[in-house]
């Protein structure tokens, strides 16, 4: 049996975990240690083994920069992801037409 173990220090060690802890299997086992994203893989083979730790070093980048991403951040007192609502909520309100004839709005909204 081959086995490799890779650590990775992370601010947010716990949440990327969380994230690439649904590809456990019986060979691969993650777990957080002193905040860092621990992952211990084993293989029957070499070739099996680089395989695996290297679409699990994929998928660990993957999830470090969602929850990078995801993170909240404040900007003169507006947190981004308010920001972005508010633009998604004028795009909810914007007026569309599905035939030229007959403008639509949302169905919370009636029409003159």
Do not use: F
């Not at 890779?6 to 905040?35: C, F, M, N, Y």
């Not at 860092?36 to 680089?50: D, H, K, M, N, S």
């Not at 470090?64 to 795009?91: K, Y």
């Amino acid at each position: 049996m081959r086995r490799a173990e890779v650590r990775t220090e992370l601010d947010h060690s716990d949440v990327v975990a969380d994230a690439v802890r649904p590809d456990d299997t019986a060979q691969i086992a993650t777990r957080v240690e002193d905040g860092a994203v621990v992952t211990t893989i084993e293989r029957e083979t070499t070739g099996g083994l680089r395989s695996t730790v290297d679409d699990y070093v994929v998928n660990l980048d993957v999830a470090s920069r969602v929850a990078e991403t995801a993170r909240p951040t404040s900007h003169a007192g507006v947190h981004e992801s308010d920001a972005r609502t508010r633009e998604a909520d004028a795009r909810d309100h914007t007026t569309t037409n599905t035939r030229d004839d007959e403008p639509t709005t949302p169905d919370h909204e009636t029409q003159p």
